[in-house]
């Protein structure tokens, strides 16, 4: 996705096109097999070796056709940290420094394992960058584009989580279930919120609930706690000072 960003060769010595291509090709091999080993893994004994290579081989090559969009998209959030943090000196700081860019890059990558439904690498893969930012993005989650999450320790988004365009989200936000007592009961029902376009959470807020939407152009003070739909182009503080906000 970023060429020459994350790896120790020097890229710029050869012919890009053909180092781009040499690396796709090697990672989707490598991908290939990871997605045989956890289909045995998960199948059992349901399916035979040669069953599972091509199943693993069907995805691996529906994911290579997506990586120029995913690879868009990522763009599209680097900008998103640019534009969003006067702070961020270039992109390329974005791309080597921000853990909140780091947490969605993996997860854009494990979210097209998870809609191929790729068994457990998906999750490691969310929860090996959850462990390193503090971030904790599930892979079922879904989030639109242009996507920034600033400082980010302690953000939670959950598997059933919708989340729109130019959405930017605080440390400590948790977009969560408002009860899993339920347990296996809840696995195919809608548990966390819909976040809509145009939406910035402030650090700390916790928003609850499957049926919860966050209505588009809206902005949700730190600290708050929400389990019910807010409306479009609504502002929530909890504790202002200023009168004029609700």
Same mark, same amino acid.
């Given at each position: 996705m970023f060429a020459g960003y994350m790896e120790q060769e020097d890229c710029l010595q050869s012919n890009l096109d053909d180092y781009v291509a040499y690396k796709c090709s090697s990672a989707i091999h490598k991908l290939r097999e990871l997605i045989v080993t956890a289909l045995e893994c998960a199948e059992h004994d349901k399916k035979t070796r040669e069953e599972l290579t091509m199943e693993a081989e069907d995805i691996a090559c529906r994911f290579a056709a997506r990586m120029p969009a995913l690879q868009e998209l990522l763009l599209k959030d680097v900008q998103a940290g640019f534009d969003g943090d006067p702070a961020a000196k270039s992109k390329e700081e974005i791309i080597f420094c921000y853990p909140g860019f780091f947490a969605i890059f993996v997860y854009r990558v494990a979210h097209e394992l998870y809609v191929s439904n790729v068994p457990y690498i998906p999750r490691m893969m969310t929860e090996y960058a959850h462990s390193g930012t503090g971030i904790d993005i599930n892979p079922g989650a879904? $989030?639109?584009?242009?996507?920034?999450?600033?400082?980010?320790?302690?953000?939670?988004? !959950?598997?059933?989580?919708?989340?729109?365009? +130019?959405?930017? #989200?605080?440390?400590?936000?948790? #977009?969560?279930?408002?009860?899993?007592?339920?347990?296996?009961?809840? @696995?195919? &029902?809608?548990?966390?919120?819909? $976040? !809509? =376009? +145009? &939406?910035?959470?402030? %650090?700390?807020? %916790?928003? #609850?609930? !499957?049926?919860? *939407?966050? !209505?588009? =152009? @809206?902005? $949700?003070?730190?600290?708050?706690?929400?389990?019910?739909? &807010?409306?479009?182009?609504?502002?929530?503080? *909890?504790? @202002?000072?200023?009168?004029?906000?609700?």
């Open positions: 879904t $989030i639109g584009e242009y996507f920034f999450i600033d400082h980010g320790t302690g953000v939670v988004i !959950g598997e059933t989580t919708e989340i729109g365009n +130019n959405v930017k #989200l605080y440390q400590g936000v948790t #977009l969560g279930a408002l009860s899993t007592r339920k347990g296996q009961l809840l @696995s195919d &029902v809608k548990r966390h919120p819909t $976040i !809509g =376009n +145009n &939406v910035t959470v402030y %650090s700390n807020a %916790s928003i #609850l609930g !499957g049926e919860t *939407v966050v !209505g588009d =152009n @809206s902005t $949700i003070g730190g600290g708050a706690f929400i389990t019910s739909s &807010v409306p479009e182009n609504t502002r929530v503080h *909890v504790g @202002s000072t200023d009168p004029g906000n609700a």
